[in-house]
């Protein structure tokens, strides 16, 4: 019988330690044992721990971009605190959103292509439809029922708005059907039949991806695959 190893090392066992670490640090300083101070102004090299974390997760994982985000700030402001570099963020943080301005191109690029077999196709995605649904709610809210038997997926876009959309009538045409989601300082809901399973690979940056879904039975093989970005928003998947 092979033995399977199980990692620890994940970025909640990480955090975990690293709470542990400042709260051992500030009850030292109240000892009078050492002071607080001359280690907490190396705090990025946390920001740097919780990046590398994040990129030794699995290859498919969609926080790996925010981890080198991590790592890169971290390292930076750390060796502005060994006096090697003057690195103020004020400067810098433009190149946040350069960086996540390339991922979403990076996500429109990816979702573009379909592959059948080994050869890639290229795909015109064309205007809105009941087998490809497209939606942008600016300050504003989106709500649409899908009955469609051939879904084959779409883009939903929320910026300070929402979108709502029921799936439960609809089938997939195929195996796969994938939905970009993109949320900034919004939310997105939607509701998917019970037997259909929900894959996961959007990237949240200070936002999160709720799958509230039930898991599918052994055998069926229909997926929705959730891709894109999710900037101070949410995204909510149930049945």
Known sequence: MENKKVSVVSPQFVLGILIIAVGVVFMLDNLEIIYAGDFLRFWPALLVVWGISKVAQSPGSPGK?????????????????????????????????????????????????????????????????????????????????????????????????????????????????????????????IRVPMGWSVSVKAMPIMGGVDDKTYPAKEGQSKRLTLTGNIVMGGVEIKN
């Open 65 to 189: 971009t925010f981890g080198w985000i991590l790592i890169v700030i971290g390292s930076f402001m750390l060796f502005d605190r060994l006096d090697i570099i003057v690195f103020r963020i004020r400067d810098w943080w433009p190149l946040i959103l350069i960086i996540i301005g390339l991922n979403f191109l990076r996500g429109s690029w990816m979702r573009s292509r379909v592959k059948s077999g080994n050869e890639s196709a290229w795909v015109s995605e064309g205007k809105d439809s009941e087998n490809f649904i497209k939606h942008i709610a600016i300050m504003s809210g989106v709500r649409r029922q899908v009955t469609t038997k051939t879904f084959q997926g779409g883009e939903l876009t929320a910026i300070m708005g929402g979108c709502e959309i029921d799936l439960r009538e609809a089938d997939i045409k195929g195996e796969e059907a994938v939905l970009d989601v993109v949320a900034i300082w919004g939310g997105i809901e």
